[in-house]
């Protein structure tokens, strides 16, 4: 027999989730399904964010930080380290601990909703009367039925034509998060957001990084202004990036991998490197979901189609994340399982695109929210422009960390904040302030008549609002 819910969600990132924990919360009787394995087989809810995405990679983050302040930096502070030396298998140990925690942390919050857990891969099979027959694949085949179901089953790397992931020489971003030890020259194809931050953790730990980018410009959904700062900054910490780049045969050996490439002008080249991470986009993951056994709609992408409010062409079917049109970012996937639920549930859920924040966990980082100044300029919308700089912040001073500015954009005749762009030091905090402001409809001047405590990084962010209107009053 059949158990029955009232919804079952297909997928545990942060999409699917929260999804399944909401409906909980509502009254609703819900289940989700996952596939992730640990190492040791046994389930591992949270997706690509959780297990070689967002998590995973902040761990190593904040391991290459510490280290490369220890030999760069730790000087400057009077502390001198004596016999200093690297231990990748114990970092990448203390990564592999931190996901772990958050893995148990989801199932416990499953069972602390009364959610109810199916490891395997979750399919449909058949519309049945009053819902959908969802097959369990896993360790013990399982059939469900839901009245209604959320899709939330991500995305996957994006590989290079003709280039399989093998995960020993070229990497995706779970085979950048595995190595066993520090290369010495790494190529990355693509400057996207995970390959950046990829490049950084071992550029850091003492390997050659170059990134090949085919467009023209670095950076080019960011502010160019934020864009060229933090160029610079990568640059100058020895970062190699080469723009407009194209890719001819990539060829993988026992040694490392050989990349063909020209640049901008035409002029032939060969790369060389131990490890080459590719870094090109995702896609939706949709593969094993039985989409044409039902007549779910996919676009050209593999991405389940929905309208604003993420219903599917199918009654009673939803989806949401990586796996539908939009950003691809946990914590819009969250914002948008949450939505669902709650209009599942009768609830009028909303989710405002306009303000989802982002951000890129290089060193300096970099955040923004809402529009930058040349999707002003295109757009031919009348704005003002303020910046500051953290070179002139005291507590970024203190930190010993000056990389960067704040810059706002405000509408010319109602100084309403159309966006901000950051980077510098904690700048994905920063950020919170500003998309807060935005969601409220805040203009620049109410962020510059705020107090804001100091000394902070957050003081920055005030300066540039005074900027807008040309009074900042430490620069």
């Keep these: 027999m059949s158990q029955t819910f009232d919804v079952i969600v297909i997928g545990a990132g942060p999409g699917g989730y929260i999804a399944a924990i909401r409906a909980a919360q509502l009254g609703l009787k819900a289940a989700c399904i996952d596939e992730w394995k640990n190492a040791a087989g046994g389930p591992a809810p949270g997706g690509t964010c959780t297990n070689v995405g967002c998590i995973p990679s902040k761990a190593l983050l904040q391991s290459s930080e510490h280290y490369e302040h220890a030999a760069l930096h730790?000087?400057?502070?009077?502390?001198?380290?004596?016999?200093?030396?690297?231990?990748?298998?114990?970092?990448?140990?203390?990564?592999?601990?931190?996901?772990?925690?958050?893995?148990?942390?989801?199932?416990?919050?499953?069972?602390?909703?009364?959610?109810?857990?199916?490891?395997?891969?979750?399919?449909?099979?058949?519309?049945?009367?009053?819902?959908?027959?969802?097959?369990?694949?896993?360790?013990?085949?399982?059939?469900?039925?839901?009245?209604?179901?959320?899709?939330?089953?991500?995305?996957?790397?994006?590989?290079?034509?003709?280039?399989?992931?093998?995960?020993?020489?070229?990497?995706?971003?779970?085979?950048?998060?595995?190595?066993?030890?520090?290369?010495?020259?790494?190529?990355?194809?693509?400057?996207?957001?995970?390959?950046?931050?990829?490049?950084?953790?071992?550029?850091?730990?003492?390997?050659?990084?170059?990134?090949?980018?085919?467009?023209?410009?670095?950076?080019?959904?960011?502010?160019?202004?934020?864009?060229?700062?933090?160029?610079?900054?990568?640059?100058?910490?020895?970062?190699?990036?080469?723009?407009?780049?194209?890719?001819?045969?990539?060829?993988?050996?026992?040694?490392?991998?050989?990349?063909?490439?020209?640049?901008?002008?035409?002029?032939?080249?060969?790369?060389?490197?131990?490890?080459?991470?590719?870094?090109?986009?995702?896609?939706?993951?949709?593969?094993?979901?039985?989409?044409?056994?039902?007549?779910?709609?996919?676009?050209?992408?593999?991405?389940?189609?929905?309208?604003?409010?993420?219903?599917?062409?199918?009654?009673?079917?939803?989806a949401v994340g990586d796996v539908v049109r939009g950003p691809m970012l946990a914590h819009k996937a969250e914002e948008e399982g949450v939505a669902v639920a709650e209009r599942i549930a009768g609830q009028h859920g909303h989710v405002d695109f306009d303000i989802i924040p982002w951000v890129i966990y290089t060193s300096p980082e970099i955040a923004w929210v809402g529009r930058n100044e040349q999707h002003l300029k295109a757009q031919g919308h009348a704005y003002k422009a303020g910046t500051f700089p953290f070179l002139a912040n005291g507590r970024a001073r203190a930190l010993g960390d000056t990389t960067g500015l704040v810059k706002f954009l405000a509408d010319a005749a109602t100084d309403e904040i159309l966006g901000v762009h950051i980077v510098g030091p904690m700048a994905s905090e920063l950020i919170a302030e500003a998309v807060v402001a935005m969601a409220f409809r805040a203009s620049s001047e109410d962020i510059a008549r705020i107090c804001h405590a100091h000394p902070s990084l957050s003081e920055a962010t005030k300066e540039a609002a005074l900027a807008v209107d040309k009074r900042t009053l430490n620069f």
């Design 74 to 318: 730790f000087a400057d502070h009077g502390i001198g380290v004596a016999g200093l030396s690297l231990d990748v298998a114990r970092m990448i140990g203390r990564k592999d601990a931190v996901v772990k925690q958050n893995n148990d942390g989801i199932l416990y919050l499953f069972k602390k909703n009364k959610v109810s857990f199916f490891h395997g891969r979750g399919s449909f099979v058949k519309a049945v009367e009053g819902g959908w027959e969802i097959a369990v694949a896993g360790a013990s085949s399982e059939t469900l039925v839901g009245r209604q179901v959320i899709v939330a089953t991500g995305s996957r790397a994006r590989a290079l034509p003709g280039l399989p992931f093998d995960e020993e020489r070229v990497l995706s971003n779970d085979g950048a998060l595995r190595l066993g030890s520090v290369p010495q020259t790494v190529g990355m194809i693509g400057s996207g957001v995970i390959g950046l931050e990829m490049g950084s953790v071992w550029r850091r730990l003492g390997a050659q990084v170059t990134v090949l980018e085919a467009m023209p410009a670095f950076l080019p959904a960011v502010d160019e202004t934020i864009a060229k700062e933090a160029y610079k900054a990568f640059t100058k910490q020895g970062l190699g990036i080469e723009l407009g780049v194209k890719v001819g045969e990539v060829t993988p050996s026992a040694d490392g991998v050989r990349v063909a490439w020209s640049d901008a002008k035409g002029q032939a080249h060969t790369l060389e490197v131990e490890r080459l991470i590719v870094s090109i986009g995702r896609v939706p993951h949709t593969e094993g979901l039985g989409a044409s056994m039902v007549g779910l709609q996919l676009d050209e992408r593999g991405a389940v189609v929905v309208n604003e409010d993420c219903r599917t062409n199918l009654p009673g079917v939803w």
